[in-house]
């Protein structure tokens, strides 16, 4: 399996992606570190945003990047109710998906995406893999502050 796919699988030095956000209920997902405004709903509504404008682009035509990046963030900190939580971690689970589909596509690697900046599909995988990856790390330390990590199907503890 390709590097791309293991890292998006949660190989290595990564937490499974889909993990981070096993048995995460409504009142954790918007539950806020003392003294942050962090939540795991903020950060998985983030990592959507960006999976879904970079999924967009490398589509075509390119999508310009928002002028600020509040833009890239939520409105609320944390999910108006339980189903509009349970529809974003759905979607997390699905733009994974179609990131794996995009990493694994040899034929279109060296596309370009961003013709301005010279990044090709590739780097822009790359650039998905450290985005989520920094966001997701974020993710399981407000579980761990919680006491709700390792999720159910396990995860590292060190």
Not at 23 to 34: I, K, P, S, T
Not at 93 to 121: C, M, N, T, W, Y
Not at 128 to 145: F, K
Request: aromatic residues 10%; glycine residues 8%; contains cysteine.
């Amino acid at each position: 399996m390709n590097v791309m796919l293991q890292l998006f699988h949660g190989k290595g030095a990564h937490a499974d992606s889909l993990a981070c956000v096993e048995a995460v209920d409504f009142e954790m997902a918007g539950r806020a570190l003392a003294g942050t405004n962090h939540t795991i709903w903020k950060e998985i509504w983030h990592l959507n945003y960006w999976m879904d404008h970079e999924l967009r682009s490398i589509a075509g035509p390119e999508v310009p990047s928002p002028e600020h990046a509040a833009a890239g963030w939520p409105a609320t900190i944390a999910p108006p109710d339980a189903e509009a939580w349970e529809q974003e971690r759905t979607r997390f689970g699905e733009l994974i998906q179609r990131f794996v589909a995009v990493a694994g596509d040899f034929a279109i690697a060296g596309r370009l995406v961003h013709p301005a900046k010279g990044e090709s599909v590739r780097d822009v995988c790359w650039q998905m893999i450290a985005h989520n990856s920094y966001h997701l790390g974020q993710v399981v330390q407000i579980r761990r502050a919680f006491g709700a990590w390792p999720p159910p199907s396990g995860g590292d503890t060190w």
